[in-house]
C-alpha cells in the first residue's frame, strides 16, 4: 500500500500514518544486515527476494537526493496541511509541544531562527516561510511573546 501511496518503499523510520510499519521496515534493515555479517537474524534468503520483488529499499542512504528531498517535501506539506487544519479550528497557531505537530512547530522556529537575517535555512525555504505566514504562523512562543509584553508594560 504505502509503494502504491508514495510510488517508493523508502518508508521513514518514524511514519506517523503507520508507526508500525516504519518500526517493521527499520527492523528488517538490521536484520538485513546481520544476515549479511553472518550473524544470528530472523532474516532469510526467501524474505530477501519477497522483499526484493517489491522494490524493497535495504539502504535508505542510496537513494538520490532528488528522490529524498520530494519524500521530504511531501512530508513537509503534510504536516503544513495539519497545521493549517489546526489554525482553522483554533484560530491560531499556538500548537502543544507534547504532540507531533508541536514538535513539527518548534523545528520550523528553530530553522527559521538559524540565520539572524529571518533568510530561509536548510528545510525552510522562503517559499515555506511565506506559506506559514499565509496563515499567521507565529515565529515566538507565547512564553516569548509574554515576556516581551511584560517588558513593554
Known amino acids: 500500500k504505502y509503494r502504491q501511496e508514495y510510488g517508493h518503499c523508502l518508508v521513514p523510520k518514524r511514519y506517523d500514518k503507520n508507526p508500525s510499519?516504519?518500526?517493521?521496515?527499520?527492523?528488517?534493515?538490521?536484520?538485513?544486515?546481520?544476515?549479511l555479517r553472518g550473524e544470528n537474524?530472523?532474516?532469510?534468503?526467501?524474505?530477501i527476494n519477497a522483499l526484493n520483488n517489491v522494490g524493497f529499499i535495504w539502504d535508505a542512504t542510496s537513494?538520490?537526493?532528488?528522490?529524498?528531498?520530494?519524500h521530504s517535501d511531501r512530508a513537509w506539506?503534510?504536516?503544513?496541511?495539519?497545521?493549517?487544519?489546526?489554525?482553522?479550528?483554533?484560530?491560531?497557531?499556538?500548537?502543544?509541544s507534547s504532540?507531533?505537530?508541536?514538535?513539527?512547530v518548534v523545528?520550523?522556529?528553530?530553522?527559521?531562527?538559524?540565520?539572524p537575517s529571518g533568510k530561509a535555512k536548510l528545510a525552510l525555504t522562503q517559499e515555506r516561510i511565506d506559506l506559514l505566514n499565509s496563515?499567521?504562523?507565529?515565529?515566538s512562543t507565547r512564553s516569548e511573546a509574554l515576556w516581551r509584553t511584560r517588558v513593554e508594560q
Open 99 to 104: 504532540i507531533s505537530l508541536g514538535q513539527w
Open 107 to 115: 523545528r520550523m522556529r528553530f530553522l527559521y531562527r538559524q540565520d
Open 63 to 70: 537513494i538520490p537526493q532528488s528522490q529524498r528531498s520530494s
Open 21 to 35: 510499519l516504519g518500526n517493521w521496515v527499520n527492523k528488517q534493515r538490521q536484520n538485513y544486515r546481520k544476515f
Open 41 to 47: 537474524s530472523s532474516m532469510n534468503q526467501q524474505r
Open 77 to 96: 506539506n503534510k504536516m503544513f496541511l495539519e497545521l493549517k487544519k489546526f489554525h482553522k479550528t483554533h484560530g491560531h497557531c499556538q500548537v502543544p
Open 135 to 139: 496563515i499567521s504562523f507565529s515565529w
